[in-house]
């Protein structure tokens, strides 16, 4: 078992930055290519960025540019830099993780908001 705990959400003008923090514990961390997801109200919820053990990332189409994941396999922690935020960025963001060998992501944090005010 790999539990999450998300950080970091909150209330930020257009344009505005915020930084995600998901604390893992349990498991080895390096294990576990680790997602960052999110869901909008009446939306899917859509992965937005992803990181793999070796620090492979990759992102949305929508998010390319602004966002960038990272992770500190010292401290079990991943992170999602969120820069030039906009109103349509407003979501649950939730942190995920997934064994490297399936497709699957198993493990979800709890979620946090993000909302972006124009």
């Known amino acids: 078992q790999v539990q999450l705990v998300e950080s970091g959400g909150g209330l930020v003008q257009a344009g505005g930055s915020l930084r995600l923090s998901c604390a893992a514990s349990?498991?080895?961390?390096?294990?576990?290519?680790m997602g960052w997801f999110r869901q909008a109200p009446g939306k899917e919820r859509e992965l937005v960025a992803s990181?793999?053990?070796?620090?492979?990332?990759s992102y949305a189409g929508s998010v390319k540019g602004r966002f960038t994941i990272s992770r500190d396999n010292s401290k079990n922690t991943a992170y999602l830099e969120m820069n030039s935020l906009k109103p349509e960025d407003t979501a649950v963001y939730y942190c995920?993780?997934?064994?490297?060998?399936?497709?699957?992501?198993?493990?979800w944090g709890q979620g946090t908001q993000v909302t972006v005010s124009s």
């Open positions: 995920a993780a997934r064994l490297t060998i399936i497709d699957k992501y198993d493990y």
């Open positions: 349990g498991r080895t961390f390096t294990w576990y290519v």
């Open positions: 990181i793999g053990s070796g620090g492979s990332t």
